[in-house]
């Protein structure tokens, strides 16, 4: 997360831009091209079908006074869900103007409610635009998720068509041997053989043995973790993970 403070001087918003409330059953379809697009190549973010925003609201609550919309030549630009705190925003590409004028928006509701400082989730985005801005930042953690894993072996095949993707424009494009891959509660082997990768069990003498805890598993899954092993660095690359804060449990 990142929290920032309210500027003391907030700029107008510009008269061009639409700013109004979002009517779900008329805005949904742009709503959904924005969110997919925002978050194609982002971590950890929800796969999110029509069925799943319209139901959202009523688990995770939603304020529809405080979920709003930026339209462009009659489509949504720019989208974000406030509160005391931005809980989650997306844009198109090259509408960094319409993002920011939602922004001086929520600034103003939040001044109205005497809240002085908020926060934000943590992603360049973020970064890029409340810079823009002038707003003071600094960074903060937010440990209300919770993720167990119930099927390691599951996730690991689900995700071999990805890991055997990555090594391909490498140093590692030609590598054959098997990395083990254990925690407390499981303990699986990834057997790599002509640019195919197997999910079996354990097998002895392994390349690469990983004995790692729960936590440290989902953050090499997520891209979370750093590591000694470029192999590993390779197939579990550094990468920038988000999970929407109305997605959480």
């Known amino acids: 997360m990142m929290s920032f403070s309210v500027p003391d001087k ?41 069925t799943y925003w319209q139901v959202q609201p009523e688990w995770r609550g939603q304020d529809p006074d405080l979920f709003w919309i930026v339209k462009q030549e009659g ?15 997306g844009y198109l590409p090259d509408c960094e103007r319409s993002m920011i004028s939602l922004l001086v928006h929520f600034f103003k509701y939040l001044k109205l409610e005497g809240i002085e400082n908020s926060s934000v989730d943590d992603i360049h985005e973020s970064q890029q635009i409340f810079g823009e801005i002038g707003c003071e930042v600094s960074e903060s953690c937010n440990n209300s998720a919770m993720f167990r894993i119930t099927n390691f072996a599951s996730i690991l095949q689900k995700a071999t068509l990805i890991l055997e993707d990555r090594p391909r424009n490498s140093n590692y494009s030609d590598w054959q041997g098997t990395i083990r891959i254990r925690y407390e509660l499981d303990d699986q082997m990834l057997i790599i053989e002509n640019g195919i990768i197997q999910v079996s069990a354990p097998i ?9 805890t729960q936590i440290e ?17 390779t197939l579990f690359p550094l990468d920038e993970l988000l999970l929407w804060d109305p997605d959480n449990f």
């Open 204 to 212: 002895t003498n392994p390349t690469i043995d990983l004995d790692l």
């Open 217 to 233: 598993v989902l953050q090499l899954i997520f891209g979370d973790f750093n590591t000694d092993y470029d192999l590993i660095s």
């Open 75 to 89: 489509k949504i630009a720019a989208y974000l869900k406030g509160g005391g705190s931005i809980r989650e925003f």
């Open 10 to 50: 907030i700029e107008s918003v510009d008269d061009s831009m639409q700013i109004e409330r979002c009517d779900f059953e008329r805005d949904l379809p742009n709503l959904i091209a924005v969110y997919d697009q925002f978050n194609a190549i982002r971590t950890g973010t929800m796969v999110r079908d029509e």
